[in-house]
């Protein structure tokens, strides 16, 4: 596993995945430095070596399905379910008014076994709201992955919500 992730810290840094300058976050925080994830999972060989590594953790675990807010983490989780066979859910920001109404797309039943994907990390507040979605509509969360974490409190945060967030990369990883 080890060689996957030196493998992708390779392809990401070769796709200049982290920009310097001055630049303000999703959280409101300013930064120095921002990790371009949509570039990097438009790319597809990365976006293979991603689910290729997250489909191997989620293996041993036995999930019934994955699942990942919209729109950063769809690509992730579309390329994971299809590498792994596990069914996929994405999760909206807010429901929609309008078709049915849903704030969870895909098939949900009571006691699935979920897995949520994320492209970055900061202090995981999209990926809070995600797992509580998955979890007012009856699912399991199981466990939570992350491509790049930014170090900025998300494991913890995560930790406090009962949930176990596990980076793929750092972005200590970067810099």
């Known amino acids: 596993m080890e060689n996957n992730k ?7 840094k070769d796709n200049q ?37 997250i489909s191997k953790k989620i293996d041993e675990l036995k999930v019934d399905r994955v699942a990942g807010p919209a729109l950063g983490a769809i ?8 590498v792994s066979y596990v069914p996929m859910l994405m999760i909206r920001k807010s429901k929609k008014d309008y078709g049915t109404s849903e704030l969870i ?5 009571k006691g699935d076994r979920v897995i949520v994907l994320e492209d970055v990390t900061t202090t995981g507040n999209s990926l809070i709201k ?11 969360v199981e466990k939570a992955y992350v491509v790049v974490d930014r170090d900025e409190g998300a494991i913890g945060n995560l930790k406090m919500e009962g949930v176990d967030l596990e980076p793929i990369v750092s972005v200590r990883d970067f810099l």
């Open 130 to 140: 995600a797992v509580k979605a998955v979890i007012s509509n009856g699912g399991i």
């Open 6 to 12: 030196k493998e992708l810290i390779k392809l990401l």
């Open 75 to 82: 690509p992730i989780v579309t390329a994971v379910s299809v």
């Open 105 to 109: 797309e895909g098939n949900l039943q």
């Open 17 to 53: 995945v982290v920009k310097y300058g001055k630049f303000t976050l999703s959280s409101g925080k300013e930064s120095d430095y921002y990790v371009d994830i949509k570039r990097a999972i438009t790319d597809p060989e990365i976006l293979s070596k991603v689910a290729e590594i």
